[in-house]
């Protein structure tokens, strides 16, 4: 299975500064067909995950776009330009390039 | 607008089974995979597998052999998800999620699950 470690896993950010969040994958995420199938999901507390962006860099629908994801290969980078309260929760990078899907482990969020 | 509803909580017993629900709506149900995920308390999700509605076709996670049984029933477009011979450490929340080319990008509130003698 390819292992995905995310760092930090804990992140005091001070609200309207940045946060970035970094996802390395044990193997290459680019899919036979091209695409690299890595995402991002949100996870307020007490709420299920909510997709952010999905295929690296592209924000799903309704999410602001103070979030950005970037990266190739097998590392990865979601950033918050300007972190804002409603931000507070865990964050996971997931890849489902290879069969097993598999997630890192989280990375909290949470204001100074 | 999709949504996709789960039953509500399970309190069972070591060694039973328990089978939960998600019902999706505002989109066509046979169109999309379903997928399980789970979060053990205070811990991170873990991918559980998928099902074709469509074809009921289905694909588990290697960790769960011969415990996990996906299946459907188009005509009132619901997914089911039933783990078997359940254990103290299947304490979790179980989360459906609709896959669109590969990307989990609607999920349903989760169902939480307490196995407990």
């Known amino acids: 299975d390819i292992v995905m470690t995310q760092t930090p896993l804990s992140s005091p950010v001070t609200l309207g500064q940045p946060a970035s969040i970094s996802c390395r994958s044990s193997q290459s995420l680019v899919h036979s067909d091209g695409n690299t199938y890595l995402s991002w999901l949100q996870q307020r507390p007490g709420q299920p995950p909510r997709l952010l962006i999905y295929k690296i860099s592209n924000r799903f629908s309704g999410v602001p776009d103070r979030f950005s994801g970037s990266g190739a290969g097998t590392d990865f980078t979601l950033k918050i330009s300007r972190v804002e309260a409603e931000d507070v929760g865990f964050y996971y990078c997931m890849q489902a390039t290879q069969f097993p899907q598999t997630f890192g482990q989280g990375t909290k969020v949470e204001i100074k | 607008q999709v949504q996709l509803v789960q039953s509500g909580a399970e309190v069972k017993k070591p060694g039973a089974s328990v089978k939960v629900s998600c019902k999706a709506s505002g989109y066509t149900f046979t169109g999309y995979y379903m997928h399980w995920v789970r979060q053990a308390p205070g811990q991170g999700l873990e991918w559980m597998g998928w099902?074709?509605?469509?074809?009921?076709?289905?694909n588990y996670a290697q960790k769960f052999p011969g415990r996990v049984t996906m299946t459907r029933d188009t005509s009132i477009s619901t997914a089911y998800m039933e783990l078997s011979i359940l254990r103290s450490d299947d304490t979790a929340v179980y989360y459906c999620?609709?896959?669109?080319?590969?990307?989990?990008?609607?999920w349903g509130q989760g169902t939480l699950v307490t196995v407990s003698s």
């Open positions: 099902i074709n509605p469509n074809s009921g076709d289905t």
């Open positions: 999620a609709r896959e669109k080319d590969l990307d989990l990008d609607y």
